[in-house]
């Protein structure tokens, strides 16, 4: 999203080189802060600069609207608008701005800005607002391609490891264990350990404290076993009370 956010910035001032071209994120409440700024006309930093649209209810009323906020001179609105008086003393005297919507939600705002008044053309305004919603596509694509990619990670990483422990289960066991046979049969000199423990009377602690203290009981001895392992070792749980230890790559057998 945000290598997006910085190309349409850079693009726009590109097009526009003698207009300050500002990306603000926001919420639906109106706060929004400057996230991008690229300044062509020395302005002071204007990045991380916070605006409380609120306070400006006409403005926040026409970006929830979808329509852009085109102010010609900010000193006339100042008297009226903290959120005017503000930019003005950042050095901005007029704003245009459109809405970056996200689910139908104010998300962002895109804007030009100078440091004197001046009216904006209709090319700016036509161009800056359909740069807003192609821009609050691209954002919703993205996102859902960020939600896409982190949803297979969790499956694959759930398909792997134990849902109580977070240890790895028993396929991944399986696994890091070929790995370790096809080392031994390249490296005549690799060693390594498989160490299988299950836990005595576990049953008894099930049905005398119940199925949530056995489950904090196997979370603790996971953790136990962990801290107690290397980096490149592997503790596993294969069910119920049942784990397993692979040593990776001993220096000995009395090790």
């Given amino acids: 999203v945000e290598q997006i956010i910085d190309i349409v910035i850079r693009q726009l001032g590109s097009s526009f080189p003698s207009l300050c071209t500002i990306y603000c994120t926001a919420d639906d ?3 929004a802060t400057v996230a991008y700024a690229l300044d062509r006309e ?9 605006m409380d649209l609120g ?8 970006l929830r609207r979808h329509e852009p906020i085109m102010v010609e001179d900010l000193s006339q609105e100042a008297p009226l608008l903290p959120v005017a008086t503000a930019l003005a003393a950042r050095g901005i005297h007029a704003l245009l701005a459109a809405p970056v919507h996200h689910e139908n939600l104010l998300a962002g705002l895109l804007c030009f800005s100078t440091s004197h008044a001046r009216a904006w053309t209709q090319h700016e305004v036509v161009t800056l607002t359909s740069t807003a919603e192609s821009l609050a596509l691209a954002i919703k694509n993205a996102r859902a391609e960020q939600e896409r990619q982190r949803v297979e990670e969790q499956l694959r990483h759930d398909a792997l490891h134990d849902t109580l422990t977070g240890l790895p289960n028993r396929t991944l066991f399986m696994d890091r264990l070929g790995h370790a046979l096809a080392r031994m049969k390249r490296r005549p000199d690799y060693l390594y350990a498989v160490l299988f423990l299950d836990l005595d009377r576990f049953k008894v602690v099930n049905d005398s404290l119940g199925h949530l203290m056995g489950d904090e009981l196997l979370i603790s001895i996971s953790r136990r076993l962990q801290a107690c392992l290397r980096a490149g070792d592997t503790v596993a749980r294969l069910g119920g009370d049942e784990f397993a230890i692979l040593l990776d790559d001993l220096t000995d057998a009395e090790q």
């Fill in 29 to 31: 409440q109106g706060l």
């Fill in 42 to 50: 020395g302005l002071p930093r204007l990045k991380g600069l916070e």
């Fill in 55 to 62: 306070a400006a209810s006409v403005w926040l009323q026409a």
